[in-house]
Nanobody, 128 residues
Framework: QVQIVESGGGLVQPGGSLRLSCQAS????????IGWFRQAPGKEREGVSC????????YYADSVKGRFFISRDTATNMVYLQMNNLKPEDTAVYYC?????????????????????WGQGTQVTVSS
């Protein structure tokens, strides 16, 4: 049974940092893409950062480039999102999602794709 569990959200002041963690399990075979998405109140869901497993291709939304960094630990199958220099506009529920297909391999930027498996989300609030 596929299970995706996020952790690491919380309240942080502007300029601070957080690291989100995602544990994806139960994939047989393993997923081929995984990433982070977010949804703020009253806004559409946004792809934040995604990674393609085929060759490690990365996608970052323009709004987070240079501040957020995605990484994957193949030994533990954990995926992380390091978020630095956080801004109030980063406030949202952050979701981890995975899929059995690698969108990068078909020419689609990694987060601009309908992922099939989703976690429950973790709240990130950036406020002074």
């Amino acid at each position: 049974q596929v299970q995706i569990v996020e952790s690491g959200g919380g309240l942080v002041q502007p300029g601070g940092s957080l690291r989100l963690s995602c544990q994806a399990s139960g994939f047989t075979p393993n997923y081929h893409a995984i990433g982070w998405f977010r949804q703020a109140p009253g806004k559409e869901r946004e792809g934040v950062s995604c990674i393609g497993i085929t060759d490690g291709s990365l996608y970052y939304a323009d709004s987070v480039k240079g501040r957020f960094f995605i990484s994957r630990d193949t030994a533990t199958n954990m995926v992380y999102l390091q978020m630095n220099n956080l801004k109030p506009e980063d406030t949202a529920v952050y979701y981890c999602a995975a899929d059995g297909r690698d969108p990068f391999s078909i020419g689609v930027p990694g987060c601009l794709y309908e992922y099939n498996y989703w976690g429950q989300g973790t709240q990130v609030t950036v406020s002074s």
